[in-house]
């Protein structure tokens, strides 16, 4: 048994050493048979484009799963986030500090807002309607309904929302404190050449026809 845990912690450094994707993949099967079971899962598709798009969707549901486990779910859809707008109504702040705080009060309906619009519902309504709910009730965007999000199955990782929140609070922080940012600068467009006056040259109009007859 020892000889097993000291080959897995080995296994471990090695993934975190590892910069090859294929490296740290055939790793990860190798310590998970050694640590207590692995699932094998086989992807069919039609062409080659669809294979790496699925293939690439279940490597996004294994690492939500795992940052799942590691610190549990919320409620998905925004709905978490808009939630998250309570504890900032509590801070007594003022001068940049509130300016900031009402910055990130209003940011934090984005998600669920943009959500509701795309799926063709009114973002400004759905997100009134959400914040007169509470716990874990929001917005179905497949159905287009307040539900129990939990039961419905519409859930985000914690650790997936938290970190979205802070990457974007450290951009943003970024952004303030930046003297200059470069970017490309948009190309006006060619404007199309006109049609040239008189018509087609050369046919001399209807009376240029005569002698078909």
Known sequence: KADVEGRIAQI??????????????KL???LAKLSGGVALIRVGAATEVELKEKKHRIEDALSATRAAIEEGVVPGGGTALLRARASIGNLKLDGDEATGATIVHRSLEAPLRWIAQNAGLEGAVMVREVENESGTTGMNALSGQLEDLFKAGVIDPAKVTRSALQNAASVVGLLLTTEALVADKPEEAAAVPGMPPGGMGGMGGMGGMGGMM
């Open 28 to 30: 990860q099967e190798r």
């Open 12 to 25: 471990k450094r090695e993934i975190d050493d590892t910069d090859s994707d294929w490296d740290r993949e």
